[in-house]
T-cell receptor, first 110, second 119 residues
């Protein structure tokens, strides 16, 4: 069975400080990993996906198959980054269904 | 970008009644839609996968007779909570995946969610 674990429910950082959201997964196959973000009173939206290997809004995430991790990082957090972040996994072995982690709330203080 | 719209955004109903929630892909065709349920301060739990023109696939523990899903067209899926009870109160979210070669392929787009409160 596929599983996504986000160990931190809340991350509180000051503006300009680095932030890292941890995500670990278990999956028997080649997974596709995503980070979704939900800003206050808005719908869930895709932030980035591992196959794109791109940086969105200053965020990056590297898939580490050895450690089965897909941590999300940003070197200098901004107040507008305050939101709920969900790590998610999909794969053919599971019918391409998206499985979400528990979510991490990020609060960036001024 | 692709837009998924849910209606209603919130609904209050009496126990024992049925409630229908619509999920529409506004500017792309969606062969597959997914229905999630989210309890307060918890993550999204997949309830079922809705495929256009065929029966929905329900996740383990989800009652198919309780949560009726119909995906009659490439732009509309409906979730009907039958004989709703207070424990069905939750936030229901749909998402849609596009057809191959068109905007939205592979990426999931989410609706704004529908909050159901059963009195």
């Amino acid at each position: 069975a596929q599983r996504v674990t986000q160990p931190e429910k809340l991350l509180s950082v000051f503006k300009g400080a680095p932030v890292e959201l941890k995500c670990n997964y278990s999956y028997s196959g080649s997974p596709e990993l995503f980070w979704y973000v939900q800003y206050s009173r808005q719908r869930l939206q895709l932030l980035l996906r591992h196959i794109s290997r791109e940086s969105i809004k200053g965020f990056t995430a590297d898939l580490n198959k050895g450690e089965t991790s897909f941590h999300l990082k940003k070197p200098f957090a901004q107040e507008e980054d305050s939101a709920m972040y969900y790590c998610a996994l999909s794969g053919r072995a599971a019918g391409n269904k998206l499985t979400f982690g528990g979510g991490t709330r990020v609060l960036v203080k001024p | 970008g692709a837009v998924v719209s849910q209606h209603p955004s919130w609904v209050i109903c009496k126990s024992g009644t049925s409630v229908k929630i619509e999920c529409r892909s506004l500017d792309f065709q969606a062969t597959t839609m997914f229905w999630y349920r989210q309890f307060p301060k918890q993550s999204l739990m997949l309830m079922a996968t809705s495929n256009e023109g065929s029966k929905a696939t329900y996740e383990q523990g989800v009652e198919k007779d309780k949560f009726l899903i119909n995906h009659a067209s490439l732009t509309l899926s409906t979730l009907t909570v039958t004989s709703a009870h207070p424990e069905d109160s939750s936030f229901y979210i749909c998402s849609a995946r596009g057809v191959s070669g068109r905007p939205g392929t592979g990426e999931l787009f989410f609706g704004e969610g529908s909050r159901l409160t059963v009195l």
